[in-house]
């Protein structure tokens, strides 16, 4: 039998992609203004980070492909506990870096990481916090702050709040949002933080769930994924 790889680098890759809304733009002007030196070196910091994150969170590709179970075991708590480590260290001096100290794609670096931190929930909630403030000055992403926002109510044993985090019906290949609050209006609550319909979302991750898992379907007889329908 194949093995299931559930996607949740939804999370990750794919909903980092997908799930992040229209972000918005900071001048030159409101920079100044605000009296915050642009750190390159972080940026840059952060993107190689970011870069070694994906690969330890997907599965093995390329060369990697040839570890061992324990060699790949071992290279992904070495890189998790790491990044972990420089994670809080930047935290405890800057915050939550927002566009004005790293431009969006440092912040979104910086975010992407946090959202691995499942085993450290009390971390993502002060993360939380700072960046909730943030994204009130228009200094971060108000969908990457609603996918961190679902993440840390399931992992504190809530319910989330937008739909971001997903499981798959393997009977039917159909994603399904986990543990959600108020589901007749969370389309309202999405479009609120720049997120698109929670049934576009759901077909989306489903469809890269089958085309990863494939062949487990086909045995099944399964040769399509099951989606919603859409108003």
């Known amino acids: 039998m194949n093995k299931i790889y559930c996607i949740f680098l939804a999370s990750l890759s794919v909903v980092s992609c997908t799930e992040r809304g229209t972000s918005h733009k900071m001048s030159e002007e409101k920079r100044t203004e605000m009296g915050v030196v642009f750190n390159q070196d972080l940026a840059d910091e952060l993107k190689r980070m970011a870069e070694t994150d994906q690969i330890a969170a997907y599965i093995p590709q390329g060369e990697y492909k040839k570890m061992t179970s324990e060699e790949w075991s071992s290279f992904k708590d070495s890189v998790f506990t790491t990044h972990q480590i420089r994670l ?57 702050y609603g996918l961190l926002v679902d993440r840390v109510k399931l992992n504190t044993g809530e319910k ?72």
Request: hydrophobic letters at 35%.
């Open 88 to 144: 809080e260290q930047i935290f405890d001096k800057y915050g939550f870096p927002g566009y004005d100290l790293i431009g969006k794609e440092g912040s979104f670096n910086f975010w992407l990481m946090v959202q691995h931190s499942d085993h450290l929930p009390a971390f993502q909630q002060e993360v939380l916090v700072k960046m909730k403030a943030e994204v009130e000055k228009e200094n971060a992403t108000p969908s990457d």
């Open 160 to 231: 989330q709040v937008y739909g971001t985090q997903v499981a798959y019906n393997l009977e039917t290949c159909q994603a399904y949002p986990k543990n959600l609050a108020d589901s007749l209006n969370v389309n309202e609550r999405r479009k609120a933080i720049g997120l698109g319909s929670i049934e576009a979302y759901l077909n989306r991750m489903t469809e890269s769930h089958f085309k990863m898992n494939k062949s487990f379907y086909a045995e099944r007889g399964i040769n399509e994924p099951k989606l919603y329908e859409i108003d």
